[in-house]
């Protein structure tokens, strides 16, 4: 038993070990658009808003449509997103959102990563829980296990097989509670960027 247990760990080193090189890797040969200026930015996010259909940007479309994706790419490392409680009255901040690196897909953050940190997209982004060597969930996910944050996992869209928990729901400490896809999601961002707001409301029928 003891000798299973030893090759158990002795695997899961090497596991770390090889993630390690592996994510070092892809940090040294992805190369990210720089970031575009915002006026640029803004028109691409306008012209953008409307290709950001569910049919796109939900399921595995959102990382297999490689046009929806390299119309994004330019938009990677704008500044995280706040996004806001819609209620009247309430307006409470709820956490950031920003693209991720890769795919049309949003990822959602509890809070900002230290200034010095913020090169802009998932690098602003922070999580309240502390990362205790590799995580298996994304951050606001692990999150959301310890109870904390603004922001839940509700599993994959109704009808899109895509194997992913894109679906979330926020919820306001006044009682409000938003579910979103991941194509709503994208569009307040993407919309966002179109404005020029660093802000904006969890609701679909905000300016965008
Ligand atoms: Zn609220």
Same mark, same amino acid.
């Given at each position: 038993?003891?000798?299973?247990?030893?090759?158990?760990?002795?695997?899961?080193?090497?596991?770390?070990?090889? *993630? +390690?090189?592996?994510?070092?890797?892809?940090?040294?040969?992805?190369?990210?658009?720089?970031?575009?200026?915002?006026?640029?930015?803004?028109?691409?996010?306008?012209?953008?808003?409307?290709?950001?259909?569910?049919?796109?940007?939900?399921?595995?479309?959102?990382?297999?449509?490689?046009?929806?994706?390299?119309?994004?790419?330019?938009?990677?490392?704008?500044?995280?997103?706040?996004?806001?409680?819609?209620?009247?009255?309430?307006?409470?901040?709820?956490?950031?959102?920003?693209?991720?690196?890769?795919?049309?897909?949003?990822?959602?953050?509890?809070?900002?990563?230290?200034?010095?940190?913020?090169?802009?997209?998932?690098?602003?982004?922070?999580?309240?829980? *502390?990362?205790?060597?590799?995580?298996?969930?994304?951050?606001?996910?692990? +999150?959301?296990?310890?109870?904390?944050?603004?922001?839940?996992?509700?599993?994959?869209?109704?009808?899109?097989?895509?194997?992913?928990?894109?679906?979330?729901?926020?919820?306001?400490?006044?009682?409000?509670?938003?579910?979103?896809?991941?194509?709503?999601?994208?569009?307040?961002?993407?919309?966002?960027?179109?404005?020029?707001?660093?802000?904006?409301?969890?609701?679909?029928?905000?300016?965008?």
């Amino acid at each position: 038993m003891a000798c299973v247990l030893n090759n158990r760990s002795m695997l899961d080193d090497w596991q770390d070990d090889w *993630q +390690d090189e592996f994510m070092e890797s892809i940090m040294m040969t992805t190369e990210f658009p720089a970031r575009a200026d915002p006026a640029t930015a803004r028109r691409l996010a306008i012209d953008l808003l409307p290709n950001i259909t569910r049919r796109r940007a939900d399921g595995q479309a959102m990382y297999f449509d490689s046009e929806l994706n390299q119309a994004l790419d330019p938009l990677r490392l704008q500044p995280a997103v706040r996004v806001r409680c819609p209620k009247g009255g309430c307006g409470r901040g709820l956490g950031f959102i920003a693209i991720k690196t890769q795919g049309a897909s949003i990822e959602s953050g509890n809070r900002l990563s230290p200034r010095s940190k913020r090169i802009g997209g998932i690098y602003d982004l922070a999580d309240i829980t *502390q990362p205790d060597g590799h995580r298996t969930y994304p951050g606001w996910v692990e +999150d959301a296990r310890a109870g904390l944050g603004y922001v839940f996992p509700t599993g994959e869209r109704e009808g899109v097989g895509s194997g992913f928990d894109e679906r979330r729901q926020y919820r306001c400490r006044c009682g409000g509670t938003y579910t979103l896809t991941n194509t709503e999601l994208l569009r307040l961002y993407v919309g966002a960027i179109a404005l020029g707001k660093a802000e904006i409301p969890l609701q679909l029928k905000s300016a965008i």
